[in-house]
């Protein structure tokens, strides 16, 4: 159910009424032939080959924030934070970040919805700020989100959504005034035969907007790049198992733009529409389904080819371009799909075991990371953030 309440806690809630699917945006062009590669000639290995070149990027800004902070940079000139607790007493804070100063300021001090709630994730554009509020010890969770003007928060927040221990907590995103998040069932819960959603809402909305309907838990985490949303729903589900990647253009109703089936039972771990083509990771070998039931990351659309690279994947892709940034272990493999190279774009000094993870997703002209760094004394001692210039 989607909701509209006041700042306060104890504010009463007026229920926001949700718009169903049109027969344009659902997706009724599902249609696609699952995607088993096995012409070895359509499967171009990044490490075997592409040139191996020196690294040119270098980070333009870099700030310590505190130890414990974890930065979200969905779009634009901010990130939103969630800063970790200044001591065992007090409770974690959400915060901002701007990507050109530096400058930190906390923005949501307190849960809304009360003393039992703790904040779980946000996100923000440069227009609305986007935040999961949860009660740990009932499973139950809220999707609040208020408009956002030059890093400073206005208006009143608005509850999108709410969930209890059968919902997953909303996996979601942000771009330009919009919120656009997946509300799914636990696999394992009272709830798993529920079909799942994809919503949308605009800041000034009495209204929601249910995007996309799938008959069984979407396998991505929306993600918004070149103004297309991407999510791995579930498709042909008469004939078996099987997830589309899905790319929906925002600025054209909603309308599918490309897609992409997987083998079946293959189920992508991050995917992202960018620059004219999936770039879609998969995080176990399947022993199956051709070349793209191999763990690695993927960049190309039906019917190939496909530039990979064979290595674990752990986030989700970013670049500008034909430049693709993939995160891999301890560094980032900066891969160019048009001059056939890569470069290793190192950690920071002193950081931790897995190094620095990107912030940023889709195609972006700030590239953000961050790492835990040791201090002197060998201990972890800050957060630093590296802000790259695409």
Avoid at 82 to 100: D, K, Y
Avoid at 197 to 213: I, R
Avoid at 347 to 362: C, I
Wanted: proline share 5%; glycine share 10%; charged share 20%.
């Amino acid at each position: 159910m989607l909701f509209k309440g006041g700042a306060a806690a104890t504010a009463a809630l007026t229920v926001i009424s949700l718009v169903g699917c049109d027969s344009d945006g659902e997706g009724s062009a599902v249609s696609g032939e699952p995607q088993v590669i096995t012409d070895d000639s359509k499967i171009i290995s990044v490490i075997d080959d592409f040139e191996n070149v020196d690294n040119t990027l270098a980070p333009q800004f870099s700030w310590d924030m505190p130890l414990g902070t974890v930065p979200f940079h969905c779009e634009g000139a901010w990130a939103a934070l969630l800063e970790a607790p200044a001591s065992a007493r007090a409770i974690n804070t959400l915060g901002i970040i701007s990507l050109a100063s530096g400058s930190r300021a906390t923005l949501v001090p307190e849960p809304i919805k009360g003393k039992t709630y703790g904040f779980h994730d946000v996100r923000c554009s440069e227009q609305v700020y986007a935040w999961i509020e949860m009660d740990y010890a009932t499973g139950d969770w809220v999707l609040l989100a208020q408009e956002l003007e030059n890093g400073v928060l206005v208006g009143e927040p608005v509850e999108l959504d709410d969930g209890t221990t059968d919902w997953e907590p909303a996996r979601f995103t942000v771009t330009g005034n919009s919120v656009i998040w997946q509300k799914m069932p636990f696999a394992s819960g009272a709830k798993r035969a529920e079909y799942s959603h994809c919503y949308l809402w605009s800041a000034g909305s009495p209204k929601g907007k249910d995007l996309y309907e799938s008959p069984g838990r979407f396998a991505t985490w929306p993600r918004v790049s070149d103004g297309y949303l991407t999510i791995a729903p579930r498709v042909n589900a008469s004939e078996g198992t099987f997830y589309g990647l899905t790319a929906l253009d925002l600025q054209n109703n909603n309308k599918v733009a490309a897609q992409l089936v997987m083998p079946e039972t293959v189920s992508p771990f991050e995917a992202v529409y960018m620059g004219s083509s999936f770039a879609f990771s998969v995080e176990a070998n399947y022993g199956y389904g051709g070349g793209l039931g191999n763990m690695g990351t993927f960049i190309g659309n039906a019917g190939g080819p496909f530039t990979y690279l064979s290595r674990e994947p752990l986030a989700c892709v970013s670049g500008n371009g034909t430049r693709y940034l993939i995160k891999a272990q301890s560094s980032h493999f900066v891969v160019d799909t048009e001059a056939q190279t890569y470069a290793v774009l190192a950690a920071p000094d002193k950081s931790l075991d897995f190094g620095d993870y990107p912030a940023s997703e889709g195609t972006t002209d700030r590239f953000v990371t961050y790492a835990t760094v040791r201090g002197d004394d060998g201990l972890p001692a800050a957060v630093q953030l590296r802000v790259f210039s695409l």
